[in-house]
Nanobody, 119 residues
Framework: QVSLVESGGGVVQAGDSLRLSCVPT????????MAWFRQAPGKEREIVSS????????YYADSVKGRFTISRDIRKTSIYLQMNNLEPEDTAVYFC????????????WGQGTQVTVSS
């Protein structure tokens, strides 16, 4: 069974940057896309950004456009999220997710990494 391991979270101040990483525990094939989600206390999980594995097209939530950048390493089947100009509203647990070919939704999830932004 493949697991996804997130890292890079931490406690920072508003305006700082963080880079999250998501690495599978073993080679993952038949990828349709990968994404970052986040869940703040008392709120539902929301998608932050996604990347189509074939072609690399990306999606960003309006709240992070211009500040966050998603990228992928095809050889490592890993994704990253560069987060710049962080805001207190970005405080959440960030989850990595994989949608495999044939799956109707994201079907593999990581355990999450905490990002806390103080004002």
């Amino acid at each position: 069974q493949v697991s996804l391991v997130e890292s890079g979270g931490g406690v920072v101040q508003a305006g700082d940057s963080l880079r999250l990483s998501c690495v599978p525990t073993r080679a993952t094939f038949s990828l349709y896309g990968m994404a970052w989600f986040r869940q703040a206390p008392g709120k539902e999980r929301e998608i932050v950004s996604s990347i189509r594995w074939s072609g690399g097209s990306t999606y960003y939530a309006d709240s992070v456009k211009g500040r966050f950048t998603i990228s992928r390493d095809i050889r490592k089947t890993s994704i990253y999220l560069q987060m710049n100009n962080l805001e207190p509203e970005d405080t959440a647990v960030y989850f990595c997710a994989v949608q495999q070919v044939g799956a109707s939704a994201y079907n593999l999830w990581g355990q999450g990494t905490q990002v806390t932004v103080s004002s």
